[in-house]
Every structure is written in structure tokens, then in C-alpha cells.
């Protein structure tokens, strides 16, 4: 990878440090890789990325994404630092643009405020209704989904943008009608991202996974109510992803891309990893604090991570008439049913038949959209 190359870099100023303990998070057992319970990036390390990462990053509109663990225990003077240090080291004709993840429990009035007074997208994590949210992500034991809400409320207060990031599990993968309504119209959501839980670890199944076949009922089923009133008006991960495939263009959702390595995980300690699901020594580029971000940009590991996605796939993927639209799933879910089997891709029964369910609305939209002269002007 070069500096001409789009990428970003999702920072984590706390490591894995969490005020929840959601009992499917892949990000907690991190944790063992740092020494201090409740790690904090250094003022110095961030700005020396900031600066970096401007000059790596092709721009005009450089991404900053900040995530966890739970990034707002960084606490609001950390961020007002941030939008300081870019003011301060954005080169002429860059800008930047900071997205934040949170479980929105720590969204109070003054943070709120903040994001909105900077032009900040926050990303909720809502798996949905209370019944459905509160079965795995608690706060010691406790229920959250009341607090999540309270955070939502003062982003609409001050009307902060903001999207959806929901897991799709076990507690409700069976609901897809309920969930979609709820974040459609209770969480104001015009951008969701469906999140499959698969796995707690490279090849270790989470008991909170979602079924294979569920998770393709799930998306058919909320696709059916999309396409009849919300399309042009609620956006989902999965569908513009699947719609990009149909025309030949990149979607935005690395699973279902044909390669990986563009978007790359920065620890607080200033470690660079390849992947946010592949934070190991295996795939730890190096280090800002040591090397240059241009020098671990071009490493030959995050290469051949990259490459690892297309070359590795199963056989079935590979002969598979859909791998244009899937890609082949997420390297991480890719792992033996049981011992002696070949490795499979967990979710394919799942996107195979949501796929399939979509494929003629899909081609009807993508052939209307070819007409369209803003498609052939960037196409020619």
C-alpha cells in the first residue's frame, strides 16, 4: 500500500478499556496484550499520528474514526485536543472528517454538543429493542438499553448525525421486523449497519452467534420492508454493499470486498495492525512511535493480508456464481464446522440466500442507475 492508495485508520485511545462487558465483544481479551487494565493514549503519540496520517492519506476529506473498547472514557478533553491538533496540522486542501463509535452510554448534554458544534458522525451500537438489546450488552449485569437511549436523545437534541451499528445474534435473530421498525423509527435511523456475531475470536464460535440461515431471514426480511417504503430514504450496510457489487463499483463494507488491508487499526500504544479482528503479534505492522506510518504503509505484511482474502478462499467460495457481491465474507469467519471438515465460510448459507432473494431488485436498480448521467460521467 502507498500513500495513493484510500485507506483509513481506526484509532482506539483506550485499547480495549470498556464500561460495558457485552458477553460477545471480540475486542475484550485484547486486554492481555497491554499491561495497564485501563490504557490511555499519550497527547504526544496523537499528535504525532495526526500529522502522519495527513500526510499519508490522499485527502481532500481525510477520515479520523475513533473506537473502543469505549472511546469516551477518554474523556471530552481528549477530543477538543483532537479537533485542536487537526486544526493545527491539516495541510492546505485537506480537511478532516472524525467519526466516533460508542455505546453512547457516556453521551451526556456537553459531549453532544461538542460533536455537534465540529460536525462529528457517531456511530451507535442498538441491537434493537430493549428486549433484544439488553440480553447481552450490560453494564455489571445491568441492562443498558435505557441509558443508550438517553445518549441518543441528546444527539437528536442537538442534532448530531449520527448512525446505527447493530449486531445481529442470537436474542434477535428472529426478529428482524421488530428491530429494523425499532431503529427505523424509534432510533430515527437513516443508516444502519447489521453486525453478524460469529465469533469471539479468530475460529472460536461466540455462544451469542447468529445462525446462518437466520441471518439470511433476517436480511430478506428486512430487505422486503426496505425496498417497499424506504429506499432513497434509509440506508443499510449490507444492501449498498450488494448494489455497489451489481455495478461493478467498491461497497463500503470490507467483509463483502474481494480484498482487505484498507482499513487498518492504530492501538493506543501506537502499534498499527492490519485489521480490527486481527489485533495479534502475527499482524502488528509495527509502530508510529518508531517508524515512519509511509514505512508500515508499504509493508509487505499488510500486502499480503490484503491478498490473503481473495488467494485463501475455500473452493466452494471460489466457484461460487455470488462471490462477486460477498466477496467471500470475513476472513474470521472462516473456520472448520467441525474437526476433520474443510473450512467453510460460517455465514454463505446465510448470504447465499439473502443474495438470491435480492439478486432481481438488485439488477432492476443497478440497470435504472446506469442510465442515470452522473453514473456514466464517473464510469467513463
Given at each position: 500500500m502507498t500513500a495513493n492508495n484510500d485507506f483509513t485508520i481506526m484509532v482506539k485511545p483506550v485499547g480495549p478499556d470498556c464500561n460495558l462487558?457485552?458477553?460477545?465483544c471480540f475486542y475484550r481479551s485484547k486486554a492481555s496484550l497491554f499491561s495497564d487494565?485501563?490504557?490511555?493514549?499519550?497527547m504526544r503519540l496523537l499528535e504525532r499520528f495526526i500529522i502522519?496520517?495527513?500526510?499519508?492519506?490522499?485527502?481532500?476529506?481525510?477520515?479520523?474514526?475513533?473506537?473502543?473498547?469505549?472511546?469516551?472514557?477518554?474523556?471530552l478533553e481528549f477530543f477538543e485536543h483532537i479537533q485542536r491538533l487537526q486544526r493545527r496540522h491539516a495541510p492546505e486542501g485537506k480537511t478532516a472528517f472524525n467519526a466516533v463509535q460508542t455505546n453512547a452510554t457516556l453521551l451526556n448534554r456537553d459531549v453532544a454538543?461538542?460533536?455537534?458544534?465540529?460536525?462529528?458522525?457517531?456511530?451507535?451500537?442498538?441491537?434493537?429493542?430493549?428486549?433484544?438489546?439488553?440480553?447481552y450488552r450490560r453494564r455489571a449485569g445491568?441492562?443498558?438499553?435505557?441509558?443508550?437511549?438517553?445518549?441518543?436523545?441528546?444527539?437528536?437534541?442537538y442534532r448530531v448525525e449520527y448512525n446505527i451499528l447493530c449486531?445481529?445474534?442470537?436474542?434477535?435473530?428472529?426478529?428482524?421486523?421488530?428491530?429494523?421498525?425499532?431503529?427505523?423509527?424509534?432510533?430515527?435511523?437513516?443508516?444502519?449497519?447489521?453486525?453478524?456475531?460469529v465469533a469471539c475470536g479468530q475460529g472460536e464460535p461466540s455462544p451469542a452467534r447468529v445462525e446462518p440461515a437466520a441471518f439470511g431471514r433476517f436480511l430478506s426480511s428486512v430487505w422486503d420492508m426496505w425496498r417497499q417504503t424506504d429506499v432513497g430514504r434509509v440506508f443499510v450496510g449490507h444492501f449498498d454493499a450488494a448494489l455497489a457489487a451489481h455495478l461493478g463499483q467498491p461497497g463500503s463494507l470490507c467483509a463483502m470486498a474481494q480484498d482487505c488491508g484498507r482499513a487498518l487499526v492504530l492501538e493506543h500504544d501506537g502499534s498499527l495492525y492490519t485489521c480490527d479482528h486481527f489485533v495479534d503479534a502475527e499482524h502488528?505492522?509495527?509502530?508510529?512511535?518508531?517508524?515512519?506510518?509511509?514505512?508500515?504503509?508499504?509493508?509487505?505484511?499488510l500486502s499480503e493480508?490484503?491478498?490473503?482474502?481473495?488467494?485463501?478462499?475455500?473452493?466452494?467460495?471460489?466457484?461460487?456464481?455470488?462471490?462477486?457481491?460477498?466477496?467471500?465474507?470475513?476472513?474470521?469467519?472462516?473456520?472448520?464446522?467441525?474437526?476433520?471438515?474443510p473450512i467453510a465460510q460460517y455465514l454463505c448459507p446465510g448470504l447465499t440466500a439473502f443474495l438470491t432473494h435480492a439478486d432481481p431488485d438488485l439488477a432492476d436498480m443497478a440497470a435504472v442507475i446506469r442510465q442515470q448521467p452522473a453514473f456514466r460521467r464517473a464510469t467513463t
Open positions: 462487558s457485552c458477553s460477545y487494565p485501563h490504557p490511555r493514549m499519550d502522519a496520517y495527513f500526510e499519508q492519506h490522499p485527502g481532500p476529506v481525510v477520515p479520523f474514526t475513533w473506537q473502543g473498547g469505549e472511546p469516551l472514557l477518554a474523556g454538543r461538542f460533536f455537534a458544534r465540529n460536525g462529528w458522525l457517531v456511530g451507535i451500537s442498538l441491537d434493537g429493542p430493549a428486549a433484544c438489546h439488553d440480553v445491568r441492562p443498558t438499553h435505557g441509558q443508550v437511549m438517553s445518549g441518543l436523545a441528546n444527539l437528536r437534541k449486531a445481529v445474534h442470537a436474542a434477535n435473530q428472529d426478529q428482524p421486523e421488530a428491530v429494523y421498525r425499532f431503529l427505523r423509527d424509534e432510533a430515527g435511523a437513516n443508516f444502519i449497519q447489521f453486525i453478524p456475531i502488528c505492522l509495527g509502530n508510529i512511535e518508531n517508524q515512519s506510518l509511509a514505512d508500515l504503509l508499504a509493508s509487505p505484511t493480508f490484503g491478498r490473503c482474502k481473495s488467494g485463501a478462499l475455500p473452493e466452494a467460495c471460489q466457484a461460487c456464481a455470488l462471490r462477486f457481491a460477498c466477496g467471500g465474507g470475513c476472513p474470521k469467519d472462516r473456520f472448520s464446522p467441525s474437526p476433520g471438515t
